[in-house]
């Protein structure tokens, strides 16, 4: 079945500091691919997406690109603040899902100052 | 403002005392779904719906019932509560062609 497998946390980063989030899925068909933020004592909400191979999602300094030949979508950012910290999820949807998604396992990341 | 409301935030109860918690939306959105989220485990789904009358079995439903009489609401009860649903849950909304927008989340503690 469709999967998703994010890099385990958490990870810890200094302030400015380069971030990658590895997100890898398996699928058949064609899905869309989704990066999920979750601050502190909050819900989920949409980072950015990507819907079709080669596309780039970006939002708040954060990218990821669709890379079909790879079955990735990792989440970077070029310089990330405390505020940042936050559990991030991969998810994907497919046609076929009912538009209901599939959860990486969450990756929680901590900036320190 | 759009948005999924869900009560109560925090619930505190003991083993066997049936329980809902509500959810609410103001998007007209068809979709909705119930999730758990447990540490290590990430997000499960408990059960979503499609539409009104319209629902579905996700991940993790046993244990758990939930309806869908009106279109802005999606109940989730818990008949007879047991320790090992002990969770933070949370219910959110979409369309097909939409991001899911989430509450703010349900903590249960069941002792």
């Known amino acids: 079945g469709d999967s998703v497998t994010q890099m385990e946390g958490p990870v810890t980063l200094s302030e400015e500091a380069f971030l990658t989030i590895n997100c890898t899925y398996t699928a058949t068909g064609y899905p869309s691919l989704f990066w999920y933020v979750q601050y502190p004592g909050e819900g989920l909400q949409l980072l950015l997406k990507?819907?079709?191979a080669d596309d780039k999602g970006s939002n708040k300094g954060f990218e990821a690109t669709y890379r079909k030949e790879t079955t990735s979508f990792h989440l970077e950012k070029g310089s990330v603040q405390v505020s940042d910290s936050a559990v991030y999820f991969c998810?994907?949807?497919?046609?076929?899902?009912?538009?209901?998604?599939?959860w990486g396992a969450g990756t929680k990341l901590i900036i320190k100052p | 403002e759009a948005q999924v409301t869900q009560n109560p935030r925090y619930l505190i109860t003991v083993t066997g005392k049936k329980l809902t918690v509500t959810c609410s939306q103001n998007?007209?959105?068809?979709?909705m779904s119930w999730y758990r989220q447990d540490p290590g485990l990430g997000l499960r789904q408990i059960y979503y719906s499609m539409n009104v009358e319209v629902t579905d079995k996700g991940d993790v439903p046993e244990g758990y019932k939930v309806s869908r009489k009106e279109k802005r609401n999606f109940p989730l009860i818990l008949e007879s509560p047991s320790p090992n649903q002990t969770s933070l849950y949370f219910c959110?909304?979409?369309?097909?062609?939409?991001?899911?927008?989430f509450g703010n989340g349900t903590r249960l503690t069941v002792t």
């Open positions: 998810a994907l949807r497919t046609l076929d899902s009912n538009y209901q998604l599939i």
């Open positions: 990507a819907t079709k």
């Open positions: 998007m007209n959105h068809e979709y």
């Open positions: 959110a909304s979409n369309t097909n062609n939409s991001p899911l927008h």
